[in-house]
């Protein structure tokens, strides 16, 4: 029994080590409970979706691979409030970034850490060291005003933004001065309350949007469906990104069977 007792201590604490990163990162048993959004989910799995703002992107095996000097943008806005989840892995060289509207994720300087930079308040947390071809595990949550990084379900990093009502998405391979070669995948979209502090018993907004506009439609109820799937996601029916373009939100729907 005694050594039973042993056996199982031990266990505990390889569990609870392997919540860690490499520097020890504080283990959060509360994260916040979200509602993924189906529609967005599918869509930023989805090559397709994206737009190469520059360098080199493919395709494979489920995941997107950026290399060199690179950047891909998101086609479609993300809600102000939102839990982003996703495993990043460098291949090459360093330098990956992920850029939100007034904050990014990443790679800075000359170590192999990931942290949040660029936000309104000064970034606390020790943030990530990795190492090339590891997984990274990464959960973004955005919510009022506070921005946390999880890292293999450890807290990194966190500050704070101005608040948003919604926010553009991209991801970089590397840059400049580190031609690197990253690895993106399994994104996972989830959406917040507008309001409520991480951790509270809130209700989270239904990830299924209240209108499903099957085609053919006419022009008005087309803007009707649009304009109603933007009220849902809090989000404006369009924005312009930083580079001057314009992108409108499309809403999930369907094609009856047999229309061609």
Same mark, same amino acid.
């Given at each position: 029994?005694?050594?039973?007792?042993?056996?199982?201590? *031990?266990?505990? *604490?390889?569990?609870? /080590?392997?919540?860690?990163?490499?520097? $020890?990162?504080?283990?959060?048993?509360?994260?916040?409970? *979200?509602?993924?959004?189906? $529609?967005?989910?599918?869509?930023?799995?989805?090559?397709?979706?994206?737009?190469?703002?520059?360098?080199?992107?493919?395709?494979?095996?489920? /995941?997107?691979?950026?290399?060199?000097?690179?950047?891909?943008?998101?086609?479609? +806005?993300?809600?102000?409030?939102?839990?982003?989840?996703?495993?990043?892995? *460098?291949?090459?060289?360093?330098? +990956?970034?992920?850029?939100?509207?007034?904050?990014?994720?990443?790679?800075?300087?000359?170590?192999?850490?990931?942290?949040?930079?660029?936000?309104?308040?000064?970034?606390?947390?020790?943030?990530?060291?990795?190492?090339?071809?590891?997984?990274?595990?990464?959960?973004?949550?955005?919510?009022?005003?506070?921005?946390?990084?999880?890292?293999?379900?450890?807290?990194?990093?966190?500050?704070?933004?101005?608040?948003?009502?919604?926010?553009?998405?991209?991801?970089?391979?590397?840059?400049?001065?580190?031609?690197?070669?990253?690895?993106?995948?399994?994104?996972?979209?989830?959406?917040?309350?507008?309001?409520?502090?991480?951790?509270?018993?809130?209700? /989270? /907004?239904?990830?299924?949007?209240?209108?499903? #506009?099957?085609?053919?439609?006419?022009?008005?109820?087309?803007?009707?469906?649009?304009?109603?799937?933007?009220?849902?996601?809090?989000?404006?029916?369009?924005?312009?990104?930083?580079?001057?373009?314009?992108?409108?939100?499309? +809403? #999930?729907?369907?094609?009856?069977? $047999?229309?061609?």
């Amino acid at each position: 029994m005694a050594f039973l007792g042993v056996l199982a201590a *031990v266990l505990a *604490v390889i569990a609870i /080590a392997k919540l860690r990163d490499r520097r $020890g990162g504080e283990v959060i048993p509360g994260l916040p409970k *979200v509602t993924i959004d189906e $529609g967005l989910t599918r869509a930023l799995n989805d090559f397709s979706q994206w737009h190469i703002e520059r360098g080199a992107w493919r395709s494979e095996n489920g /995941a997107i691979i950026g290399s060199g000097n690179s950047e891909l943008s998101f086609t479609h +806005p993300l809600p102000g409030n939102f839990v982003l989840e996703l495993t990043m892995t *460098v291949l090459e060289g360093m330098r +990956p970034r992920i850029r939100f509207t007034g904050f990014l994720v990443g790679n800075e300087g000359y170590d192999k850490v990931v942290s949040i930079h660029g936000a309104e308040g000064k970034a606390t947390g020790r943030g990530f060291d990795y190492q090339s071809r590891q997984e990274m595990k990464l959960r973004v949550v955005a919510e009022g005003k506070d921005v946390k990084l999880f890292i293999n379900s450890s807290l990194v990093s966190e500050s704070s933004r101005e608040k948003y009502e919604f926010s553009t998405l991209s991801i970089e391979g590397g840059d400049w001065w580190s031609q690197g070669t990253t690895s993106f995948a399994g994104f996972s979209l989830g959406l917040l309350p507008a309001s409520g502090g991480l951790g509270h018993e809130t209700a /989270a /907004a239904p990830g299924k949007h209240p209108l499903s #506009p099957v085609a053919p439609l006419d022009g008005k109820k087309a803007k009707e469906q649009q304009e109603a799937c933007a009220k849902h996601l809090s989000v404006p029916v369009e924005i312009t990104n930083s580079i001057g373009m314009k992108l409108v939100l499309i +809403p #999930p729907g369907g094609v009856p069977d $047999g229309l061609d």
